[in-house]
């Protein structure tokens, strides 16, 4: 499996940015998705995860209603839309992917595969 996440840039506080992350090397049925960041000095933190089979979501408080995370089945490709950026969600973020969805979703070590990350500042 491979992960290729794209889209990073630097915007102005309050706009917005959408981030992809290619998905090859199999079909993703059953599998669960996520997207994490990672700020300089700090832990890497989930953002927003996806169930590929039934597109349930889920979100971390701090990006719940600003974020949104999706999938496209033909393209093999799960996205963010992120607005409302602010300059705390300045990070490299990545996407994350496992193939199974039951448990938590929301901690690093749940996942097996990772793209290589793409750095987002947000500047005030």
């Known amino acids: 499996v491979q992960l290729q996440a794209s889209g990073g840039g630097l915007v102005q506080a309050g706009g917005s940015l959408r981030l992809s992350c290619a998905a090859s090397?199999?079909?993703?049925?059953?599998?669960?998705m996520a997207w994490f960041r990672q700020a300089p000095g700090k832990e890497r933190e989930f953002v927003a995860c996806?169930?590929?089979?039934?597109?349930?979501?889920d979100y971390a408080d701090s990006v719940k209603g600003r974020f949104i995370i999706s999938k496209d089945n033909a393209k093999n490709t799960m996205n963010l839309q992120m607005n409302s950026l602010e300059p705390e969600d300045t990070a490299i973020y990545y996407c994350a992917a496992r193939p199974f969805t039951m448990g938590t979703m929301t901690r690093p070590s749940d996942y097996t595969y990772w793209g290589q990350g793409t750095l987002v500042t947000v500047s005030s």
């Open positions: 996806i169930m590929w089979t039934g597109g349930t979501t």
């Open positions: 090397g199999r079909t993703f049925r059953n599998y669960g």
